[in-house]
């Protein structure tokens, strides 16, 4: 089973306020299973298929608390990283990003938050 690890940042938002707090978390990738935890919280998806190296960019949606997010992930090869972004299907702004790479990657010589 392969494992990936790396970082999450969930945007909250603010009652009565067009601002969002960015919220600092860990995303941890066993096969198909991506858990992001934050302070308070935590969010568990599966992928389509397990993450590959030769996959270009793809979306999926997942069900959330708010509606539909669509999820896409990418790959970017020079750090053999991968990449993921949520959004809400009504808004163009993220309301999650996440990045997971394997210890093999230069991302893993990054210190831990």
């Known amino acids: 089973m392969t494992k990936y690890e790396g970082s999450a940042t969930m945007y909250m938002r603010m009652p009565m306020s067009t601002s969002a707090l960015p919220i600092q978390g860990s995303c941890m990738v066993e096969d198909k299973r991506i858990t992001l935890k934050f302070p308070f919280t935590g969010?568990?998806?599966?992928?389509?298929?397990?993450?590959?190296?030769?996959r270009n960019e793809f979306d999926f949606?997942?069900?959330?608390a708010r509606g539909d997010m669509t999820m896409t992930i990418g790959f970017i090869p020079e750090l053999k990283c991968f990449?993921?972004?949520?959004?809400?299907?009504?808004?163009?702004?993220?309301?999650?990003?996440?990045?997971?790479?394997p210890t093999s990657s230069p991302m893993s010589r990054l210190p831990k938050h």
Do not use: M
Not at 83 to 101: A, C, N, R, S, W
């Open 83 to 101: 990449t993921g972004i949520g959004k809400q299907e009504e808004d163009d702004q993220p309301v999650l990003t996440f990045y997971f790479y």
């Open 43 to 54: 969010i568990e998806f599966d992928l389509p298929s397990s993450p590959s190296e030769d």
């Open 61 to 64: 949606k997942i069900r959330g």
